[in-house]
């Protein structure tokens, strides 16, 4: 019976990327070189099986050092800090048509007084953490570094 994702298998050309941390998982799991040749050849399916365990470990470490997201329209955008029991939601939108958020410079063009709408809210995780962050980029948001979070929230004191 073949292993089900926890969130999706990596591509070819990302598991060619990971090549030397899928070595040393197969060394940790006691698959040798010649047994890694045999049950691709022998066993395809146990093979397919080990790939898509090896991406949830890779995918659920991104996850897990994930600590902003972002979701970026021209008129709005929401930036997301992911603690670990909640996540926080700072955003901005405008009905403004000279203003465009997808722009990484626009922090530096806009003020409130040009018609925009600075929000925020928080709410715990209703699934786990990394599960719901994974399901948040599927949809759009992009991990991010913080800087809109940060420029958005200094908008609201």
Request: charged share 30%; aromatic share 8%.
């Amino acid at each position: 019976m073949a292993v089900t994702p926890k969130y999706r298998e990596l591509t070819a050309s990302e598991l060619q990327e990971l090549e030397k941390e899928f070595v040393d998982y197969l060394i940790v799991n006691g698959i040798t070189a010649d047994d890694w040749v045999k049950i691709k050849e022998d066993e395809k399916e146990k093979a397919e099986d080990i790939i898509t365990l090896f991406s949830d470990v890779v995918l659920e470490g991104v996850l897990r050092k994930v600590q902003f997201l972002e979701f970026r329209t021209k008129s709005d955008i929401k930036a997301f800090q992911c603690l670990g029991e909640k996540m926080v939601l700072v955003g901005m939108s405008t009905d403004n048509d000279q203003i465009d958020f997808t722009n990484e410079e626009v922090f530096k063009t806009i003020s409130t007084a040009d018609g925009i709408k600075v929000y925020t809210t928080e709410k715990a995780y209703s699934e786990a953490r990394e599960s719901e962050l994974f399901k948040m980029i599927q949809k759009g948001c992009s991990i991010s570094d913080g800087q809109s979070f940060k420029a958005i929230s200094l908008a609201l004191v």
